[in-house]
């Protein structure tokens, strides 16, 4: 149980298109999903936490406007990088948590996309 | 703020050596802990969590205790495989669901 799912794994776009990123929960709903960025051999920050229905709450200096988060569904959040250039290339990373106690629980990672702008 | 601090690797054992990868946190609060793992191509699994302190995290032969004393979350294991190779990553979960990562330590067991 407690699967989640990206799509797609990778997408290489070019410089001023926009990519649309899908996580899901797959057997469960998760009315908070959260999104990470990776950069080569590094950690994981976090770019904004979603709840369902309601506006995402972004992490100082990530762009709303550049990363637009929406969460319309206990199994759905789309983040779509708008107008992306190539410092936009990373690894980013979906999550989500189960309705419980919040702070206690377990995020569930999906497997990552790949974003690759040229 | 909260932060996780973890050892720098890369850190290179042969099969059957004993692991520690040590993690070290601060917080405001009393956070929950874990541990995440993240084999090559793949993305973050949780390895182990611990609530409360002096709770011990177990799976697959890997254990950490969340020691409130020493602000520690020391991650062992007794025995590592080539199938261990990863990287880690220590966190912590502070009151509003946000995970707070560590760096990462890659383990690379030779056979």
């Known amino acids: 149980g407690a699967v989640v799912s990206q799509h797609p794994s990778r997408v290489i776009c070019k410089s001023g298109t926009s990519v649309k990123i899908e996580c899901r929960s797959l057997?469960?709903?998760?009315?908070?999903m959260f999104w990470y960025r990776q950069f080569p051999k590094q950690s994981l920050m976090l770019m904004a936490t979603?709840?369902?229905?309601?506006?995402?709450?972004?992490e100082q200096g990530v762009e709303k406007d550049k990363f637009l988060i929406n969460h319309a569904s206990l199994t759905l959040s789309t983040l779509t990088v708008t107008s992306a250039h190539p410092e936009d290339s990373s690894f980013y990373i979906c999550?989500?948590?189960?309705?419980?106690?919040?702070?206690?629980?377990?995020?569930?990672f999906g497997p990552g996309t790949r974003l690759t702008v040229l | 703020g909260d932060s996780v601090t973890q050892m720098e690797g890369p850190v290179t054992l042969s099969e059957e050596a004993f692991l520690t990868i040590n993690c070290t946190y601060t917080?405001?609060?009393?956070?929950?802990l874990f541990w995440y793992v993240q084999y090559p191509g793949e993305g973050l699994q949780l390895l182990l969590k611990?609530?409360?302190?002096?709770d011990k995290g177990s799976n697959k032969g890997f254990e950490a205790t969340y020691r409130k004393e020493t602000t520690s979350f020391h991650l062992e294991k007794g025995s590592v495989q080539v199938s261990d190779s990863a990287v880690y990553f220590c966190?912590?979960?502070?009151?509003?669901?946000?995970?707070?990562f560590g760096q990462g330590t890659t383990l690379q067991v030779k056979p």
């Open positions: 999550s989500a948590s189960t309705p419980r106690v919040v702070s206690t629980d377990t995020q569930y």
């Open positions: 057997d469960f709903q998760a009315t908070t």
């Open positions: 979603s709840n369902e229905g309601s506006k995402a709450t972004y």
């Open positions: 917080a405001t609060g009393y956070p929950s």
């Open positions: 611990a609530t409360k302190a002096d």
């Open positions: 966190a912590l979960s502070d009151n509003t669901g946000k995970l707070i």
